[in-house]
Each structure stands twice: as C-alpha cells, then as structure tokens.
C-alpha cells in the first residue's frame, strides 16, 4: 500500500479519471536503426508495424539520444540525462508516477538498463510502475537469460528450453494488460525489448528466412541504396536528399571474400549471416507487436472482437538510438539460433550504415545515424489525420513526458513527495494527432555520450561534435545527410549554439565531473569514427587511426608516449593488410638496432606503396614494441575488431562536375543543389576539375551573412593531396578571357593569389580539406564567373572525367560572351564541358537524364579529346551509362558499342579499341540499364602537343535507329561518365 504521503498528492494533482483517458502501449526498441522496418524503407518484413503505420501516423524527424542507458533516463524524467541525474533519475520525477495517480495501471517489460534498482512494492524503487518483468542489465542473453532478470522485486531464473527474451516480455505485457482490465483500469505498458540490441539470436526459422533466400547476399552497398530509394518514394525524406557519406571504417562489400577458413577475415557469407540473425530478430519483434494488437483486438479471445480496447488505445513504436557500429570477431562454426552458443554475433560498420540509412553514422554519436529514430503512432479513437500521414515536424523523446500527461489529464507539479522538481523540457505532440499544422514538439534537443559525442539542435540547425574534433555546424533541415559544414560560413551562428551547450552543462556537468573525460577541448582535426579507441600507450599515428583520403605514399608512423624498446621482442610483429584479404602485405619486428630505439617514434621506410580507394587495416601482436610510460610497458595487440586501426586511401581520380546553390544575399548559406531561379545569378555553373593522385575537387559558393552587406564565399573541398601534386582555383568571367588563377595548393601549402580572394576558413579532415574563400565581387562582373579546378598529375590519374547530371548540359547562360563547348578536353588536365543533350526515361521508380548519342555516323558520336601539354601515357578509358527500353514484350533491345581513336586528326592505329562490345538492355518491357565500358591501353605514348580523340558509338543492333517519340516502342543510351587515366612521363 503507499504511504498516506503519496495518496494524499495523489488526490491534489489527478483530475478525475475520464472514460476517455486513452490505454498506451509505448513500444521501445533496443538499437535499431532508422531504416529496418518495411514503413521506414527496410526489407525486413514488418507486416504488423507496416499496419500501425498505414492505419496511423509516422514522424520522419524524431530524435532521441545516442545511447540506451541516456534514451531511458531522458525519456522517463522529461530531460536531458545529465539534468535527470544520470541512470536513476535523482534530480526528475518519473511520469509513471503521476499516470499511476490520474488512475492508470502502469507496467514495464523488457530492459531497464537506466534503473538498476528497479523494483516493485515501494514507490522509492518502482519508478512509478504497479508492475515489472524484466532483466536490469545493458544486454542479456535471449534464449538462455542472465541473473539480472527479475518479476516483480523477485530474481526470476525460468528459462526452460523454448525461452525467448521477446516473446517473454510479450507473454508479461499480455498479463499485466490482462490485470488492468480485470481492474477496470486504463493501462499503461512500456514494451522495452531488448531487441535487435546484440547479442543477435533468434529462432532457426526466422533466420534462415532471410539467409537461405540471400537477402542480404547483395551487401550493405546495394541495400542502403535501396532503402534509401524506397524513403524517397514514401515521402520519408527529401526527393532531393543525397545520401550520407560512409567513413573509412565501411569497406566496400565486393572488396570482401564470399567466405575464407580464417575467422578473423571479413567475409561475405557470414556477414550475412550475422545480419540475417539482425533481421530475425526485428522479424520477432514484429510477430510480437502483431500479438499485443490481436489481445488488443480480443482481450478474451472469444474470438469476437466486442470487447476491444485497440480503437482507445496508442500504440507507439520507436527505438532508444541508431543501428550500431559494434561488429566482433567470432567462432564461424557458431550458429546465432544455437542456444548453447555463447558466441555473441554483432552486425558491424557495413550493416550499421544500413540500418541507420540515410543518415550518417551510428549509435553513440550525435550525427544522424545515432540520433534519428523511426517513429510510428496508431490510435483509431486519438488521431483524425488521413491514415497513413507522414509529419516532418522536429520532434524529440522527452516530449512524451508532457504527451502522457496531457493523454491522463494529469499535471506536472511544482514538488511531488516532499521535493521540487525541475522544469521538463519537451512539449506535448498530442495537437500532431489531429492538425498536420500543429508545430507541437520541441525544436530543441540536447544530446552527449561520455567523450565521444556531444550535439546541440536548434531552430533547423544543429552543432555536432565527435571527441576531440571542432565543432561543426549544420542546417539539417535542408541538409539531413550532413554533407556540408557550415561552421566556416557561419561561425556566429555556431558559437551562440557551443554558448548554450556550454550554459546547459555548466549547470547539469555530465557524469564524470568537469573534467576532461567528457568535454575534451575542441580541437581542428575531424576524426574518423573510432578515433578515441586508438591503443594505449600511442600518442598518434599516420595514417591516423579510422582516417579516410590517405595517400598512397604515405610511410606508417608511431609515436609512442615514451621511448620505445625493442628488448625481448623477438617473433612479435606488426603488419598490413586489405579489408577482407589473409594476405600479409608487409610487416616488420624491429629489433634494438631499429634507428627507432630509445625514441618516442617510429617510421617505417618500408612501407609499400598503397592502392589508391582502398580499405587498410594495421594489426600487431601483444609486445611487438615496448613504451616506457614510468614502468616499460608492452604495446597492447590490436586487431581487426569493432575498434581497429583501419584507414582508406584517396581516390585516383578526382573531378566531379556540379551543379550549385542560388543564394540571395542575406539568405543562409546552404550549399545544395537549388538553382531555385530567384534572380540573384550563381557564383558559380559548371566546373571541371583536374584529375590528379589523392585529389578529389568540389566547388559551391554562398555568403557570408556576417558582413554588411554579405561577402560571396566559394569553397572548394579535395583530397587530401599527396606529395608531387599541385591544384589551383583559376576564373574565367565568360570562358573566353583566359582563366587566371586564385589560389594555389602544392602539397601542404595554401595561398591565395592575387587580391581577388582572402582566405576565410579551412577545414581539414576525415578525407579532404575543404578552403572556403571570401571573393571580392568587384572583381566579378555582375556576379558572373566560371572557376575551375587544374593541377599538375602525380601517378596514374583520370587526364578527365566528366559527370553529367540532370539540367548541367544545356549551353552556358551565365554570360552573355559564353559560347558552348564540346565535350573537349582543353588540355592534359583542365577543362570545361557545357553542352550535350538530355532525356528523361519516364518511369514512376527511375527518372535519369544523361549525355544523350545519336543512333550511327562517327562524325556525331561523343568526342573526347586530349591535347597534351607535356609527354604523357594514356593506360585506360571507361565510359559509364545507361541503356533504356520501353518496348513490347518479346521484342529485345540489342545494343553494340565501339570506340574509334584519331591522333592530330587522322585515324590511329590500331583505330578500333573497342570492337562491338554487346550491352543487351533486356526481351521487352520497361527497362533502364547501367552499363560500363572499360579497356586497358597498352603503350599509348602521347607527345607534348598531340591530339588524341575518342569517338564513341553507341548503336541498336536491331537496325533502327532509337525513338524518344514513338510510345510504347523506344530505347535510347546515354553516357553518364567518361573517364580516361594516364600518367606523365618523366
């Protein structure tokens, strides 16, 4: 019974119980990503969720914190975790208090990881809750449990064969549903399944569902893109959104064996098999919600559905934090439905990405990938929108104290059991139940994890930080993928939001005080995901540890903090290898005559040259080395694990032709793909830039809100560049005054040139280093320019590329001078393209336009030339496209493919260098095709001066000429990208 204390604030604070005081049922995930379930975009078959969401409401913009114990203490309090007093709430009020109050039976399943003490009978300990099944850990075991299951304030320890985590908690929220009907009680029951948190286990048959038919056999490449087409065809995100970028920790999955005898390999086949495992237990999951709605339905299983509470009743699925990132290396004879196994398989990076696609990132950091949840609500009686409504509204997880207590028509008091309590800072989302319009929900959200992770979102724009790095500045309304850091663009904007990070935790210090452990000084580095687990012992290390853009050449470096002995380090090694590959590539044991010994670093001469878009990865035993840190010290092992020491080498080539952003002086800086023809004409149309080792140019432009009146900015992001390389900006107000040059990059050096641009702003890491310039637009006649990236080639490197994409192929319009440019090269490394032409295939599912080729005769094929300003060999050439067909069925689309080369004009010998490749589009029906020519070149020596040109034919071999007018029977190709590499000579 509870003291008179409680019954009399009881009294004071609930309103009378109401008949339409809805049930809720607050179904709560363990790390799953944003992505998995079917109405989010996943493959995974989600059948019963699926119904919530077509019959009810999704928000596509919920947030919730990093991390399961901070989710759960945030959630129950009403605050940010620090402002609740960390893991057992001290300085909040659970809600499941005042709901208890206003009448409801309250019940919780599952995990409750934030409240380790929690237990029933007395209300300093229930956390507000009549009833609890359940374990008290981080993770449990699913078939076989743990001894931190408890019923009650009773240990629980009944896991006959048969048990299954999920299906136990459902089996207790069925019976504690069942009591408060009994009672004549609306009822509330927070559903907290453990999973898909590892280790993942399921049931045989819901495994094998997925890796018997292969379903993940095509890999996190392929997956994520699909997912992440399907979000743009629900609506979900933006048709505009690109994709998040991965980190150096993801390997492309065909760099991966399909299996291999050593378990330490990545390898495809058991990467599907771990994600399979992922997948059966969403798939549980999802049965399971399937059987708390039938009860629902029919609390008495009669089976007539008179006495049903689902049209009274929310339900609300979400999850704690992202899809995450901790894959562990394990027995390859293990399987995940073995419920002798202590095997415990996690999915890792690859399978990580997926689950949180779009976004970037993964559990525990405040990127998208950590902090973006899918979000589900079904209430027949509650929410009058169209069924099926999807709101974009920010939204975040300590709005659902305010929204059940508004469902209870409870208050929140100013003290509650003899003590004040804080003021919450959500806002109720009941008004998003019944107007689209509402702007229920809070906009601002505040999220941290130890030393790793730190956000601040705000009115549209977030700061985000990771370890040690500097803080960075989005809009992540308009740019959710977080491709463009704006915190060189808008540093007052960023230091008013690091201010009210700053003020919040001066006044609620994360756990571990003030002290460097959390809140480490931000730095200029951006690190790679798992930066902050480089070995102990190690100061820093090149290639950085999880670090992306490496070149080539670089040599390993260790810096130790102490000197280093090699004494009694004989037989332990360190070594290289490639994502998914046994193959040693190099290593070493130095021993006491290494130059190394007695310093605190260590350089490796030896070290092989790399390849270029490559994933790395360094291992070393136990002891290969030795520190003096006071004591000598053995350098711990490292190996391929969650946390390695993993990298990825630059690109070899490195144009990209884009479109840019439209901005109106004193509008926001966002660097996206607008063009929204407002007036105001871009800085910047078409760029081509050089191709060079290690560099991969980007341009954009905006403004620079901060002057009076705005100073246009141009920033210019590329790889990391390699020694031997050099890259200049150069400017053209109409392409035909000469381009001159701005600025100039040789290796590590930077400058401007000349007085038309200062330096604004640098920012270097992950894979590139992005320069933002302020212009001086005196020096641009009415706002009219074309820049261009050229530079001196370093190894083997695209003498050109071009990416055509969607509206950049009409003629230049900037300038009233310009006039259209074949698709020429102007010389061995710079150059401009502005005309070709362009269709759309019109299809519901792909609409892609491209460089378009007439059906036949040389003389109008694509050309592409190469004039050489120094002695130069040609080694390969790749096209890339697209074949389509709209044609009856039966009637098959035949496509034959050649290029013709010429040098200094007339036919070179051997002249045909690719005789008739076949590209078959399909046997009728609606299709679109990606294709790809590539053919090495043997020996193509080109002189300073020459003129080597490519002429490409596309042609149906059915001999008609393709129709973009003829309904019904049309086919048609296109060039997306032309690629030819070659290398200078000495």
């Known amino acids: 019974m509870k003291p008179a204390l409680f019954l009399s604030i009881a009294f004071l604070l609930a309103t009378p119980l109401l008949a339409s005081q809805p049930n809720i049922v607050f179904v709560f995930v363990d790390d799953m990503g944003y992505s998995d379930i079917g109405c989010f975009g996943g493959e995974i078959d989600t059948p019963r969720i699926d119904s919530l969401a077509d019959a009810g409401l999704r928000l596509s913009n919920f947030r919730v914190t990093p991390m399961c114990v901070t989710s759960r203490a945030s959630l129950i309090s009403g605050m940010e975790y620090s402002a609740a007093g960390f893991g057992n709430v001290s300085n909040?009020?659970?809600?499941?208090?005042?709901?208890?109050?206003?009448?409801?039976?309250?019940?919780?399943?599952?995990?409750?990881?934030?409240?380790?003490?929690?237990?029933?009978?007395?209300?300093?300990?229930?956390?507000?809750?009549?009833?609890?099944?359940?374990?008290?850990?981080?993770?449990?075991?699913?078939?076989?449990?743990?001894?931190?299951?408890?019923?009650?304030?009773?240990?629980?320890?009944?896991?006959?064969?048969?048990?299954?985590?999920?299906?136990?908690?459902?089996?207790?929220?069925?019976?504690?549903?069942?009591?408060?009907?009994?009672?004549?009680?609306?009822?509330?029951?927070?559903?907290?399944?453990?999973?898909?948190?590892?280790?993942?286990?399921?049931?045989?048959?819901?495994?094998?569902?997925?890796?018997?038919?292969?379903?993940?056999?095509?890999?996190?490449?392929?997956?994520?893109?699909?997912r992440f087409e399907r979000q743009k065809a629900m609506g979900l995100v933006p048709a505009d959104m690109v994709l998040a970028e991965t980190g150096a920790e993801v390997p492309e999955w065909n760099s991966l064996p399909e299996t291999s005898t050593d378990e330490w390999v990545r390898q495809k086949d058991f990467e599907a098999l771990c994600m399979s495992a992922y997948a059966g237990m969403v798939d549980s999951v999802d049965q399971n919600v399937g059987r708390i709605i039938d009860h629902l339905s029919d609390p008495d299983g009669d089976p007539m559905t008179d006495d049903s509470v689902l049209e009274n009743t929310l339900i609300i699925f979400c999850s704690d934090n992202g899809g995450s990132y901790a894959g562990q290396w394990t027995d390859r004879s293990a399987l995940p439905w073995d419920p002798n196994s202590n095997v415990r398989f996690n999915t890792g990076y690859g399978w990580g990405v997926l689950q949180n696609t779009p976004f970037r990132s993964y559990k525990h950091s405040s990127y998208g990938g950590g902090v973006r949840s899918p979000f589900v609500a079904h209430w027949p009686d509650g929410i009058s929108l169209p069924a099926g409504t999807i709101l974009h509204q920010a939204s975040n997880l300590w709005d659902f104290y305010p929204t059940f207590l508004e469902l209870a028509g409870a208050t929140y008091p100013a003290s509650y059991a003899g003590k004040s309590t804080k003021p919450l800072m959500g806002e109720s989302i009941v008004p998003l139940f019944t107007n689209a319009s509402s702007t229920a929900g809070s906009d601002f959200f505040i999220s941290h994890f130890t030393d790793r992770s730190k956000g601040l979102f705000d009115d549209g724009w977030k700061i985000v930080r990771y370890f040690d790095g500097p803080?960075?500045?989005?809009?992540?309304?308009?740019?959710?993928?977080?491709?463009?850091?704006?915190?060189?663009?808008?540093?007052?904007?960023?230091?008013?939001?690091?201010?009210?990070?700053?003020?919040?935790?001066?006044?609620?210090?994360?756990?571990?005080?003030?002290?460097?452990?959390?809140?480490?000084?931000?730095?200029?580095?951006?690190?790679?995901?798992?930066?902050?687990?480089?070995?102990?012992?190690?100061?820093?290390?090149?290639?950085?540890?999880m670090s992306g853009g490496v070149p080539t050449d670089t040599p390993l470096t260790l810096t130790f903090v102490g000197a280093i002995d090699f004494n009694g380090t004989e037989g332990k090694k360190i070594r290289l290898q490639r994502f998914g590959n046994p193959e040693i590539l190099w290593e070493a044991d130095p021993d006491t005559s290494h130059p190394a010994q007695g310093s605190n670093t260590i350089t490796f001469t030896d070290f092989p040259e790399l390849e270029p878009d490559a994933h790395y990865y360094i291992t070393w035993d136990t002891g290969w080395a030795r520190y003096r840190d006071g004591n000598l010290k053995n350098i711990n092992a490292v190996l391929e694990s969650a946390f390695a020491y993993r990298f990825k080498t630059a690109s070899s080539y490195g144009n990209e032709l884009e479109k840019t952003l439209t901005v109106p002086p004193g509008g926001t800086a966002l660097p996206e793909d607008d063009n929204t023809g407002n007036g105001v004409p871009d800085l910047l149309d078409h760029l081509l830039g050089a191709g060079m080792d290690s560099v991969e140019p980007r341009i954009r432009t905006g403004f620079d809100q901060t002057t009076n009146p705005p100073t246009p900015l141009l920033t210019f992001s590329g790889r990391n560049a390699s020694s031997g390389s050099t890259l200049g900006i150069e400017y053209s107000p109409d392409l035909v005054t000469p381009f001159t040059p701005l600025f100039s990059i040789n290796g590590s050096n930077h400058n401007p040139v000349g007085g038309t641009v200062t330096q604004f702003f640098e920012r270097t890491g992950d894979d590139r280093t992005d320069y933002t310039l302020r212009l001086d637009p005196s020096a641009f006649p009415d706002g009219h320019g074309f820049f261009r990236a050229a530079g001196t080639i370093a190894g083997e490197v695209p003498l050109s590329i071009w990416t055509f994409r969607e509206s950049s192929f009409s003629p230049v319009t900037l300038s009233t001078l310009a006039t259209s440019q074949d698709a020429t090269i102007n010389g061995a490394n710079s150059g401009i393209i502005s005309s070709a032409g362009s269709f759309t295939f019109d299809d519901p599912v792909v609409a892609w336009s491209g460089a378009q080729l007439p059906a036949s005769g040389i003389s109008n094929q694509l050309r592409t030339a190469i004039t050489a300003t120094t002695d130069i060999e040609v080694t390969r050439i790749t096209y890339t496209g697209y074949l389509w067909s709209d044609r009856p069925s039966g009637a098959t689309t035949t496509v034959q493919a050649d290029v013709v080369a010429f040098l200094n004009g007339s036919l070179d010998s051997p002249g045909v260098v690719s005789p008739n490749k076949t590209l078959v589009t399909g046997n009728g029906g609606k299709r679109i095709t990606p294709f790809e020519i590539s053919h090495p070149i043997n020996g193509k020596t080109l002189n300073a001066t020459d003129n080597w040109e490519l002429r490409l034919r596309l042609e149906d071999d059915n001999g008609a000429a393709y129709s973009l007018g003829n309904p019904g029977d049309q086919e048609g190709f296109g060039i997306d990208t032309v690629l030819i590499y070659g290398k200078a000579l000495p």
């Open 471 to 545: 803080w960075e500045l989005y809009n992540f309304d308009a740019d959710p993928g977080e491709h463009h850091d704006l915190a060189g663009v808008r540093p007052d904007l960023r230091d008013v939001m690091v201010a009210q990070w700053d003020a919040h935790f001066a006044i609620n210090p994360p756990s571990g005080g003030n002290g460097s452990v959390w809140n480490l000084p931000p730095g200029t580095e951006h690190r790679g995901w798992g930066f902050d687990n480089i070995r102990t012992g190690l100061v820093s290390s090149v290639p950085e540890y």
């Open 92 to 226: 909040g009020l659970s809600f499941a208090h005042l709901l208890r109050d206003a009448g409801y039976h309250t019940s919780i399943t599952g995990k409750v990881h934030a409240f380790g003490n929690l237990s029933t009978g007395n209300p300093n300990t229930d956390y507000g809750f009549d009833r609890f099944f359940g374990f008290r850990d981080g993770a449990t075991n699913n078939f076989k449990g743990d001894d931190t299951w408890r019923l009650d304030n009773a240990d629980f320890n009944n896991f006959p064969p048969g048990f299954y985590a999920t299906d136990a908690i459902t089996d207790y929220t069925i019976d504690f549903i069942d009591q408060a009907l009994s009672q004549g009680k609306p009822f509330f029951s927070w559903v907290c399944y453990n999973a898909p948190h590892g280790p993942h286990q399921a049931f045989e048959a819901d495994i094998r569902k997925y890796y018997d038919t292969e379903v993940y056999a095509a890999g996190w490449d392929q997956l994520r893109r699909e």
